[in-house]
């Protein structure tokens, strides 16, 4: 098996993630995150809006709808730049991005190298949903990206809050895209979650381009202070062809994959595009001088750091899978076990120790098996420490610490564990 077939079969086996609606022969391009899963995105994003949200007095945050009037997407250029290049085999009528010459060519040796392609064109990425209870229904769009809420809330944000420029508005939640070729675990799927920060400034090239310069060194830091290895991460900037159509600037931050250098961040000078395009304006309150404010955008992918923050822990040793994965962002803190099962006196005090950490962390409970296999299945799904009640907590109330990464052991006082954990998470 390569990499990434054991990163897959893991993430089933262990409730990371399984394919969307499996019973029923899946859907290409969703997936369902499991109970470790769950955990572990709604980690990264706590912990994302903890450092670009509750850290900062000058970011506030948004929740916007899934589905907005279509005239948004009429304005921001979705309805006719938000598109790919399609080209369909004549042969047995697939169709792929017209983008991806690897795909291509793997696609022609199922027609050993003779596949006919036809004319490229564009598709538009937009998911159509029809609203209403009569015919005919309202045409609308699920998102392509979460953009476009911050930017039509942006005087309801300025109106009913306290910031002004500069300022950002953050925002986590679900686009989707009617992608052409879903693939690659998770990174290209249909139904995807961003976390965004917008962030506006004053309509000047040295203000904007300082700005941009800070957040793609914010953001690339932020990545490998959560675990994932500098040697892994890159900066590779759009050439102006391959820009979006509201970038004047555009960096993307790549992970070194199983499959390749691929970009799960992206930070953007989007310009005066998308509030002029809304017909939006901002009155600086102390100077009364009227402006379209700028913006630089950091955009990343929770599913594609989710996967990439994976991929990066994952460690096969001699006897153990393990995933290193930061303590902050673990699925579980802490695993509590009795040392033997079938020990009552031992079974109830380690139980007494899990509820009393349960108040403060996310603890797993297990009493199967032998303590070594006990340590391994909680090493192979990221919990950075076990926490063992053997015979001598029965008599001087202290507990056996097990780090994940160095397997090594410590004697802790169960009157100090929460505040061993609670040092250790700082």
């Given at each position: 098996m390569d990499v990434m077939e054991k990163i897959v079969s893991l993430c089933k086996r262990r409730g990371f993630i399984y394919p969307g609606s499996e019973i029923y022969g899946g859907l290409t391009g969703f997936w369902d995150y499991g109970p470790l899963g769950v955990e572990l995105k709604n980690n990264i994003k706590r912990q994302w809006w903890k450092d670009m949200v509750y850290s900062r007095d000058d970011v506030v945050g948004i929740d916007a709808a899934i589905i907005m009037n279509p005239e948004v997407w009429k304005a921001s250029g979705h309805l006719e730049a938000f598109t790919d290049p399609l080209v369909e085999c004549k042969a047995c009528h697939k169709r792929f991005r017209a983008d991806q010459p690897e795909v291509l060519k793997k696609h022609e040796t199922e027609h050993h190298g003779k596949a006919d392609w036809t004319k490229q064109v564009t598709f538009n990425l937009m998911t159509e949903v029809?609203?209403?209870?009569?015919?005919p229904k309202q045409k609308a769009y699920l998102r392509g990206e979460i953009t476009q809420g911050v930017f039509v809330n942006f005087q309801n944000v300025i109106n009913s809050?306290?910031?002004k420029i500069p300022f950002g508005i953050a925002q986590i939640g679900k686009a989707f895209r009617n992608e052409i070729t879903p693939g690659n675990f998770t990174f290209r799927s249909r139904e995807f979650e961003q976390m965004e920060l917008e962030y506006f400034v004053k309509p000047s090239d040295d203000d904007s381009l300082a700005t941009f310069e800070s957040l793609k060194e914010m953001r690339i830091n932020w990545y490998s202070g959560l675990g994932i290895s500098t040697k892994n991460l890159r900066f590779r900037d759009h050439?102006?062809?391959e820009r979006a159509h509201y970038a004047r600037q555009a960096t993307d931050i790549e992970y070194n994959s199983p499959f390749g250098w691929k970009e799960f961040?992206?930070?953007h000078h989007r310009g005066d595009w998308d509030l002029s395009r809304h017909k939006l304006s901002y009155k600086d309150p102390e100077s009364g001088e009227n402006y379209t404010p700028w913006v630089i955008e950091t955009s990343g992918g929770v599913d594609r750091a989710t996967l990439f923050f994976i991929i990066d822990s994952f460690r096969e040793e001699e006897k153990r899978v393990v995933l290193?994965?930061?303590?902050?962002i673990a699925p579980y803190k802490?695993?509590?076990?009795?040392?033997?099962?079938?020990?009552?006196?031992?079974?109830?005090?380690a139980r007494g120790i899990y509820e009393l950490l349960k108040r403060d962390f996310v603890v797993a409970w297990d009493t199967r098996g032998n303590i070594g296999k006990r340590y391994f299945a909680q090493d192979e799904i990221g919990t950075p420490w076990c926490v063992t009640a053997d015979f001598e907590t029965l008599d001087k109330d202290s507990v056996t610490v097990r780090d994940r990464d160095t397997a090594t052991q410590e004697r802790v006082s169960i009157d100090k564990l929460s505040d061993y954990f609670h040092n250790k998470l700082v």
């Open positions: 029809f609203l209403g209870v009569t015919e809050s306290r910031v050439e102006p062809e961040e992206g930070i290193k994965l930061d303590s902050k802490v695993a509590v076990f009795p040392l033997l099962a079938n020990k009552d006196k031992l079974v109830d005090k």
